[in-house]
């Protein structure tokens, strides 16, 4: 069976200070790694779909990368308006994609 | 260009009753998926289809149920509704059943009492 686990669930920063998140899965057989941004009451926003280990991928703030059994976001000096909830989902070959439960980022001005 | 539209928004149904939820992807793709998330948790997979047929339905009870048109739009029923049906409820629009990113829609918040 499929597992993702998101840590921490929730995360509050200080503007400017870096850190990561971390998704830990356990799939037969990755297509892909998703990580979406999910503000309150909306649907998920795609950020970086991520395939093999070793991958990294940018945009802004937000850098992602992918190991065989784990997948950081790591996000460098946030801002208030980064704040979310960051959800990671793993896509098998064979079924749909199944996600972690989310870490809930703060980040105060 | 729209992106995945999802309606209603918002929606409160009384135990027993049945509910349906409308989706229409974005234009040019041909698979939509449905996840429920309840608060405080991720997503979870309950249908998929693509050109009209099933291609996958995730561990939800026979009273979930939906269909896709010629259009690409899509349904999802709910029938004899339970408290614990109270959720997000999310679209998402893709190329096709592959390798390709999922886009969702903004989601309809049901509320049973």
């Known amino acids: 069976e499929d597992q993702v686990t998101q840590s921490p669930e929730a995360l509050r920063l200080q503007e400017g200070e870096s850190s990561s998140l971390n998704c830990s899965y356990t799939?037969?057989?990755?297509?892909?790694l998703f990580w979406y941004r999910q503000d309150p009451g909306k649907g998920p926003e795609f950020l970086f779909t991520?395939?093999?280990a070793g991958e990294e991928k940018e945009k802004e703030r937000l850098k992602a990368t992918l190991t065989k059994k784990e997948s950081f976001l790591h996000i460098t000096a946030p801002k208030p308006e980064d704040s979310a909830t960051y959800l990671c989902?793993?896509?098998?070959?064979?079924?749909?994609?199944?996600f972690g439960s989310g870490t809930q980022l703060t980040v105060l001005p | 260009d729209a992106g995945v539209t999802q309606s209603p928004t918002h929606l409160i149904k009384t135990r027993g009753q049945q509910v349906t939820l409308r989706c229409s992807p974005i234009?040019?793709?041909?698979?939509v998926s449905w996840y429920q998330q309840v608060l405080g948790q991720g997503p979870q997979f309950i249908f998929q289809?693509?050109?009209?047929?099933?291609?996958g339905r995730g561990n939800f009870p026979d009273r979930f149920s939906a269909r896709q048109f010629p259009n690409y739009s899509s349904e999802l029923n709910v029938n004899a509704l339970l408290l614990g049906d109270s959720a997000l409820y999310l679209c998402?629009?893709?190329?096709?059943?592959?390798?390709?990113?999922?886009?969702f829609g903004s989601g309809t918040r049901l509320t049973v009492v």
């Open positions: 998402a629009s893709s190329l096709g059943t592959g390798d390709y990113g999922y886009t």
């Open positions: 799939v037969s057989g990755l297509r892909g």
């Open positions: 991520l395939y093999s």
């Open positions: 989902a793993v896509h098998p070959f064979t079924r749909q994609l199944t």
């Open positions: 234009s040019g793709h041909k698979s």
């Open positions: 289809y693509y050109e009209k047929e099933e291609r």
